[in-house]
């Protein structure tokens, strides 16, 4: 799906942040490969930050894949911190579990096998940051799921928010980068995740114009 922002832009975005090691590199080279969604460099760099910024120690992520977006979150986590990682694919959350031994990370790490939206309704506790990147379609029922798992002061991330070159604010489809607006069933429910955090008064929405948009929503009470 293309980019907010242009292949230059993308490539400046890469220069900045911690250096990638060569697990980071090998996952990416995996992705390529596999032609697998990960959230690519410019979004792991921008939730590393979110990471360092927001000071947090614990991570809830629904949809970790073979766990490139975790792997840049759980670096930038302090000594104490943790994420706990979901994915109904086996296969992929054994990779997962296998670059964050490789990356020495195996301490900052939990793994949740299953639909992931169904794990976090038995999740106890809170969380400083919850990431929706499971399926777009599906974010409306991830949001209803996580929503008291959030910490007052944490925040909740989500990645793809523009998605299918369609521009999408809280109140809908505002734009597109090619030509009219043309809604379909998925970005219709990515609206309708959208217009249901931005009317929760506990969580204020903010979207990052990195790569297909990365909504950023700390909750506020
Ligand atoms: C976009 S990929 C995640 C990429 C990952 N965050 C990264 O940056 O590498 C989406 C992942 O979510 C998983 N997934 C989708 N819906 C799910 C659900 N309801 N429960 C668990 N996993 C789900 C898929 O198996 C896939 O691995």
Known sequence: MPPLHD??????????????????????????????????????????LCVRLSG????????????????????????????????????????????FERGGLTDHAVYGHGDAIELAADLPGTFDLVVLDHDTADYGRGFEA?????????????????VYGD?????????????EPAPTPRTEAVAGFLRRVDADPEFEPYLLPVDEGLLVAPRVR
């Open 7 to 48: 292949d230059a832009v993308g490539r400046l975005l890469e220069r900045f942040g911690p250096p990638v090691d060569d697990v980071v590199h090998d996952m990416e080279a995996r992705a390529a490969r596999e032609s697998f969604p990960t959230v690519g460099p410019a979004v792991g760099r921008t939730l590393a």
């Open 56 to 99: 947090a120690r614990s991570i809830l992520e629904l949809g970790s894949g073979f766990g490139y977006s975790a792997y840049w979150m759980a670096r930038a986590l302090p000594e104490d911190g943790f994420v706990v990682l979901t994915d109904r694919d086996t296969e992929r959350l054994r990779a997962a579990r296998e670059y």
């Open 146 to 162: 996580v929503r008291e798992l959030v910490a007052p002061g944490g925040a909740l991330l989500a990645d793809n928010v523009a």
């Open 167 to 179: 521009v999408l604010t809280p109140a809908g489809l505002v734009a597109t980068l090619d030509g």
